[in-house]
Structures are given as structure tokens and as C-alpha cells.
């Protein structure tokens, strides 16, 4: 098979599974006659029909709020919110209702909803094209969080999105839609749930996602040459996380970093800096370190790589916590 994009991956997923299942459905900004902003579902219009593919208006709200419904009632809708900094208009009906929507009726009704949605920096985008603020989602309890890092991960990760009955937010790196070519590793889901290490080591551990992940094995193969080796996990899944990837490799290396590209204060690193001093504690070297965006709104072109995490950043690390 021809190696594939992200976008590519993407784009094969949601045809495969509008082949494999006729109640799901795509709804968007320019989904249909325009393919969407990265031209994800280009082509599906022509493939599917309007009934499927389905234009929206310009109102998040009302884009969410009615796959909600379409959800309840029986489809599998596939909504995409054009960057995830658009979305906060329709965190009322995410989070109120959404998140939910299966608690509230007793397990009567289910919310097989899954948002897709751009995110992060890297593309010279202005205000509000390169949030990171999954932590508001993984901090919401009925959301699942999903952020693949390959075309191949991509691919599977989405099948099983738009196969499970909750709702799932799935978060797509923007900066490496393009960026980066693969063959298809098989064409079956990816269960959800389920880290990968990137790259094997003993010395430290990187824990990162989405586009993250590339910077991190790019600091990985620098201090490489210094001898040492550093483990790259790729959460893929945010929530549910798969701890045991996380602390087994803790375990084994002594130290670990955590990587995104959010603002530190109050970001998943956090979280996963807990996780491991209250179930591995015993096994630290070193204090677990964050390599994180600043507290500040990501800044526009000129000054974004001042703000993201970078190899140079990420080794700086690694050296402080062998050191220690």
C-alpha cells in the first residue's frame, strides 16, 4: 500500500467506516463541497451523498448540539470543529450534556459521538488556530480523549473512536498532518486505551502525545550519543491512559519527563507526575520533570517557537534529571 499522510489516514478511516456502517454520518464547517479546512473528508460528499455529509452553519453550538441528538437517536455522527480554540462555544453542550448523556438516563441512552478537531501549534496559525487544552477534557468525566501521532495511528485509533458508544474528542496534530509518510500497519482498530512505546531506552522516560512525540525521539536520538537512552512513550489515548505503560517503564529507567505543549499550569503533566509518585515512588531517581508551553496564550507566528517545547528544551531536561 502507498505510504499516507495523516490527513490521508484520516481521510480512509471515516470512508471505511461510512462503508462499513451506513448510520455514521460526517457534519462540519465546508465538510462536504470543500473537503474541511485541511481537507480531511475531501471527497466524501461525492461518495456519500448529502444525507451523510452534511454542511453545517458557522455555530459550533449548534454543530455539537445536534450530533448530540443524532447520537441518541441512533446515528454515529463525525463532527468536526474546524481548531479546537473554536470549540469553547460549545462546551455547554460537551460538557453538560455530552458527557452525560449516558449517566443521566441510566444507561437508556448512549452518545456514540465523536468530535474531531485540529490542534496545536507549529503552522504559523493566528489567535485562537493553536490551542492545546485537552486537559479541560480529560478533566471532564464521560469524554474520552484520543491524540494519535502516526498515519497508521491515526488510521486505527479513529475506527475505534466512531465504533465506541461514548462520546470521544479526537484531538489531530496539526503541525504533522503532512509532515510525515507511512505505510498502513493493518487495517483493524486500535483499541483505545493503549500507549505504545515509540522507542525502547533504560535511562530515562519521555511521556508525550500528538505531535509532541516526534520532538521527544528527536531529543532521544541527541542524547543518544552521549550513551544515553532514553524510552519514548506515546500515550496515544489520553483518557482512558494506560498507567501500566507508564509506571513499567518508570520502573525500569528510574527517571521521567513529561512533554506537551500545553501551558504547565495546570496540564497533564501534572496529572502524570502524580500518577507515578503515588504508585512508584520507590523506584524515582529524580524528581519528575515537565517540559510544557508557558502560562500564557500560545503567541502568534513570530515568537510560537519561543513557546513550544523543542529537542534542545526537552535534552536540557534530561541532563538536569541525570544529574540529580
Known sequence: ?????????????????????PGVVVMGEDVGKDGGVFRATLGLLD??????VIDTPLSETGIIGAAIGMAAYGLTPVAEIQFLGFIYSAMEQIISHAARLRTRTKGRYHCPLVIRTPYG??????????????????????IKVVV????????????????????VLFLEPARIYRS????????????LGEARIARSGKDITLIAWGAMVHT?????????KEGIEAEVIDLRTLYPMDTGKILSSIEKTGRGIVVHEAPLKGG?????????????LLYLEAPVLRVAGFNTPIPLPKMEQ???????KITAAIYQTLRY
Do not use: C, W
Not at 500500500?1 to 456502517?21: F, W, Y
Not at 510525515?180 to 483499541?191: A, L, N, V
Open 268 to 280: 497533564l503533566g501534572g496529572e502524570i507526575a502524580a500518577i507515578i509518585q503515588e504508585k512508584a
Open 180 to 191: 510525515i509518510k507511512e505505510e498502513m500497519k493493518g487495517d483493524d482498530p486500535i483499541p
Open 47 to 52: 461518495r456519500f451523498g448529502g444525507e451523510r
Open 121 to 142: 501549534g507549529g503552522i504559523h496559525a493566528p489567535e485562537h488556530h493553536s490551542e492545546s487544552s485537552e486537559a479541560y477534557f480529560y478533566h471532564t468525566p464521560g
Open 1 to 21: 500500500m502507498e505510504k499516507l499522510t495523516l490527513v490521508q489516514a484520516i481521510n480512509l478511516a471515516l470512508s471505511e467506516e461510512m462503508e462499513r456502517d
Open 148 to 167: 494519535p501521532s502516526t498515519p497508521s495511528d491515526a488510521r486505527g485509533l479513529l475506527k475505534s473512536a466512531i465504533r465506541d458508544p461514548d462520546p
Open 306 to 312: 519561543v513557546y513550544l517545547p523543542s529537542p534542545e
Open 216 to 224: 521527544a525521539l528527536k531529543s532521544a536520538e541527541a542524547v543518544k
